[in-house]
């Protein structure tokens, strides 16, 4: 970086003084002092994205607060408001920022990597990070409906033939719902809104064109009325096209007002440039005009007046094909059933080619996610999806071997391997030539950015300080990217082995290694706190950042189940880190996080303890939206996003897993089966969930009552000889079939009030 520079440095420093300002170089030194020394202190991606985010709120700080007589996004209306639990004040504040409504939901199509959101009010933006729609309801008398204002709400997420989002305004009787989703349009996706008026026979439904979105402000430079009077030209390239005439067209600049504040003028513009890029517009439509029938908004995802630019698209597959050949749940639970279909069709829908973690601020690829992501695709049959973002893994392989998706990721190579070793073993396959090479040469990367060993520092042997668990504080010789470390050597020494022993065998020697030194550097003695807890680095206290230690038991394994180390972090995390019920994490995220509550749930799980899993799983679905979405961390007060995307596809992926784990988990070299089946999912109906990949074949479980216990069917496609199978129902006597035991199908004897929770 610029500043490692010696004439630099003084220049900027003699600068700073002779203005009066603090000495940056002297500041980025102290601040660069909490953390341990590492290559990359300040990642370029993270400090670009930074830059780009409070730019926007700098641009939210002198749009918004002089201007509070616009209307403004459901998350304004909350965060400015002194009597609001979601209020914050500004008085110092540098930036404007969305910290209490941080929730979205995204409509798609498979295969298409273009996400319309629309926030907990029904304002649609249909194009990334762009403008917005809103939709208001005029009375002939009396104050507009403005559903950013409204404290009551409906909204829900449903998938039928495609993703719709539908949201629903009521005031007085008068109600007016709009139904968003994405469609095609001729050869290209089409964000579509329509919108059905109810309880009222007089007033006109407005189509508002806002210049903002969840975020904050985004420009409208100019808006021009089409000639057939039917569309809207936006910043001279996007179309918002109308299914029929408005009655009235109204375009207002910011010098104006909020078009608003206008929609009783008479303003008979066709067209307007804002020099504060703060366009405002409304297209009116009395409800006498629409005859009952819905009004239809469209909005083009290309740029339809630079054809040349326009993406091209193939038909996709429909969302029955696209999810087809993934596991079914049938539960009596219609929650549970509900949250667990919406995951997989938002976790299809961010799996276009690469895998993004999010629709919106987290529109790109990190290995750490995308490995989360792609474990639950590929565990619940997502084969021929799992393998095309695969392909993408090799070419972000630099020639040394690092898994690259952002500078200073100590942890994507352990990753990238480990689902490279996950795709062999849940699909039998043998991996192609290309991705075996990426494996070779990702594990010596691995091997030679271990610390040198023969060091009396407490990280001897472990990888350099990083920020790759960024989640978990400032720079550290983080267990996370140790444990993962291990992963992808294990990995690769299983991958290996046929084609080139003698590597695989070191590999795996490497590993053993590693593991133990990672083991020999937990902080012990007397003046431990926590003794046998694993903080998150050898020097850290325990605090919220031991969270990225549970890795080590869930998913990867490394320890047995019921391992000291990992239960006595459990349990300081249970006692010290929870928040409602819900995983706390005080490291940048100060938000509950739905998907760091279910690895607590997963390590409890696998140490034989399903209701302390079923207590942090109850609290992850009232933590839900009523989209049945999660954002990456949630406000302890609001239940609103706080951090992160509104839509945290890594957080839907884990309630998947979640789910799978309950019914079908590995151990062993064998399959335990429906030890986390709560005995309430199974009453008055047959329990399903099946097919999801295993080691041993694909598997169907399926639980139905009999007068004499518990009947519990597992459907095997097994590629050799059954596995061993420990069938351990909550509630019931547990059996346990052998390998080569050719039973699939097992009555369990009902506990003594085995029928309630255990």
Request: glycine share 8%.
């Amino acid at each position: 970086m610029i500043l490692n520079s010696r004439p630099t440095r003084f220049l900027i420093t003699r600068i700073a003084r002779a203005y009066g300002f603090l000495d940056p170089v002297a500041l980025m030194g102290k601040l660069r002092g909490f953390a341990q020394p590492s290559e990359v202190a300040e990642p370029i991606e993270l400090l670009r994205a930074g830059m780009l985010f409070h730019a926007r709120g700098l641009v939210n700080t002198k749009a918004i607060q002089n201007n509070l007589d616009w209307v403004w996004p459901y998350w304004v209306e909350r965060q400015f408001n002194p009597s609001d639990a979601s209020f914050i004040p500004r008085a110092f504040s540098f930036s404007h920022i969305n910290l209490t409504h941080r929730n979205w939901t995204a409509v798609g199509l498979p295969d298409v990597p273009f996400y319309p959101i629309v926030d907990p009010r029904g304002l649609v933006t249909p194009l990334f990070d762009g403008w917005s729609l809103d939709v208001w309801f005029v009375p002939r008398e009396g104050p507009v409906l403005f559903p950013s204002k409204l404290a009551e709400f409906e909204q829900q997420l449903a998938l039928d033939e495609t993703l719709i989002v539908t949201s629903a305004a009521e005031r007085a009787g008068v109600r007016i719902e709009s139904r968003v989703q994405l469609d095609w349009e001729g050869d290209a996706p089409s964000c579509r809104i329509a919108i059905h008026t109810s309880g009222v026979s007089d007033g006109a439904v407005a189509i508002a064109l806002r210049p903002y979105n969840p975020e904050g402000v985004s420009f409208v430079d100019s808006v021009a009325i089409r000639d057939d009077r039917r569309a809207w030209i936006v910043n001279n390239k996007h179309r918002v096209e109308f299914d029929r005439v408005p009655r009235r067209h109204l375009l207002s600049r910011y010098a104006d007002g909020d078009v608003s504040l206008r929609l009783g003028e008479d303003i008979r513009l066709t067209e307007i440039e804002c020099g504060v890029n703060m366009a405002t517009a409304a297209a009116l439509f009395p409800v006498q005009d629409l005859g009952g029938q819905p009004l239809v908004v469209r909005t083009p995802i290309y740029d339809e007046l630079e054809p040349k630019k326009r993406p091209h698209f193939a038909r996709t597959a429909s969302w029955a094909d696209a999810l087809k050949p993934l596991a079914r749940l049938q539960c009596a639970d219609r929650e549970v059933s509900r949250l667990y279909d919406l995951a997989l069709a938002n976790t299809v829908l961010h799996a276009p080619q690469e895998v993004y973690p999010g629709p919106y601020t987290y529109k790109r690829f990190w290995f750490r996610d995308a490995v989360f992501i792609l474990n639950a695709l590929l565990s619940l049959g997502g084969v021929e999806r799992t393998r095309r973002v695969m392909g993408e893994f090799a070419p972000r392989q630099r020639r040394d071997g690092y898994f690259l998706s952002q500078e200073g990721e100590w942890d994507s190579n352990g990753e990238a391997l480990w689902m490279y070793r996950r795709f062999a073993e849940l699909t039998g396959e043998t991996l192609p030539d290309e991705w075996l090479r990426a494996v070779t040469k990702g594990a010596q990367w691995i091997a030679r950015k271990r610390m040198p060993r023969n060091t009396r520092h407490p990280a001897a042997g472990l990888l350099p300080a990083g920020f790759s668990a960024e989640h978990l504080g400032p720079n550290d010789f983080y267990y996370w990217d140790d444990f993962w470390g291990v992963a992808g050597l294990r990995a690769a020494a299983t991958l290996l082995r046929e084609k080139q022993p003698k590597f695989a065998d070191e590999c795996a020697r490497e590993a053993e290694d590693f593991l133990a030194t990672i083991v020999r550097s937990f902080p012990a003695g007397p003046h431990r706190r926590f003794p046998g807890a694993i903080p998150a680095s050898p020097k850290r206290r325990m605090d919220s950042g031991a969270i990225g230690s549970l890795v080590a038991g869930y998913p990867l394994q490394l320890f047995p189940r019921g391992d000291d180390g990992i239960l006595r972090t459990v349990e300081y995390l249970c006692e010290h880190c929870l928040h409602g019920g819900g995983f706390f994490q005080n490291m940048i995220h100060s938000g509950i996080n739905a998907y760091l509550t279910i690895h607590l749930a997963q390590v409890k799980l696998r140490a034989d303890d399903p209701v302390g899993a079923w207590a942090l799983m109850d609290q992850v679905i009232a933590l839900a939206s009523p989209t049945g979405q999660w954002p990456e961390a949630i406000h302890p007060l609001t239940g609103g996003g706080c951090m992160g995307d509104g839509q945290h596809i890594w957080a839907a992926a884990e309630w998947l897993m979640l789910i799978r784990n309950l019914i079908v988990q590995e151990e062993n070299d064998g399959l335990v089966i429906g030890a986390g089946l709560k005995p309430e999912w199974r009453r008055g109906a047959e329990f399903v969930f099946g097919p999801t990949l295993t080691p041993h074949g694909a598997v169907t479980v399926r639980v139905t009552e009999d007068p004499r216990g518990v009947r519990v069917l597992i459907d095997g496609a097994w590629r050799a000889q059954p596995p061993h199978r420990d069938v351990c129902l909550p509630g019931c006597t547990a059996l346990v079939a052998e390998a080569g035991d050719p039973r699939s199908e097992f009555l369990l004897e009902r506990l003594p009030g085995g029928d309630a929770h255990p």
